[in-house]
C-alpha cells in the first residue's frame, strides 16, 4: 500500500473509529434514558418501550458508513468526512425500513441530530416539526457522548455534562429537557 493511501486509510480511522462494543454501550445508556424521559413525561407505555428500541437502534447507519468511505484512494477532507459522518441517521432509517418497525421509531432514529432551533441535520426541522421521538433522543444521545470516555477525549463528570447542555439549550425542547433534568437528578440522588 503506499504512503498517500495508507494516510488516508488513517485519517479515516481517525474519524470512524468505530468500536462495537462502545457503540453498543451508548445505545444501551440512551435506550434506558429515552425510555425513562419518556415515561416521566407522561407518555404511553408502548410509546415509551418503542423509544427504548429506538435509543438502541439510533445509530446503527454508522455501520454503513466505513463502506462510504473507506474506498477513497486519496486523503478525504474533514468537512467530506463529516459530509459522510452525518449521514448516518438517514442510512439507518433506510437500512431499518420495511424490517417491522413502526413510523415513530424509524422517524426518531431519522431526526435524532434534528436541532429545535432548526440547526440540526438531516432536514433543518424546528421547533415541533421535530418527532417527539426525535426531541427525546437528541437530549438522551447528546448527555450520552458526553458522559462516555471517546477515542479523541475522557468522560466528562455529570455536572459538566449539564453545564454543556445547558450552554447548549438551543438545540433541545425545553419541556423534554426539564423531564431529562428530572431523570438524570433522581437517577443521580
Known sequence: MDAARTEGVKTTDRILEFDLSAELNHGIVVSNLAYAVASELGLEEKICYELAVAGMLHDIGKLKLTGYINGQEQDPLLIEELKYVRMHSTLGYEELKGQGYSDFVLESILYHHENYDGSGYPSNLTGN?????????????????????????????????????????????????????????????
Do not use: W
Not at 142 to 167: G, K, N, Q, W
Not at 173 to 189: C, G, P, T, Y
Open 129 to 189: 416539526d421535530i418527532p417527539v421521538g426525535a426531541r427525546i433522543l437528541r437530549v438522551c444521545d447528546v448527555f450520552a457522548a458526553l458522559s462516555s470516555d471517546r477515542p479523541y477525549r475522557s468522560a466528562f463528570e455529570v455536572d459538566t455534562v449539564m453545564e454543556l447542555m445547558i450552554d447548549e439549550i438551543k438545540n433541545f425542547d425545553m419541556e423534554i429537557f426539564l423531564a431529562f433534568q428530572r431523570v438524570i437528578h433522581n437517577k443521580n440522588s
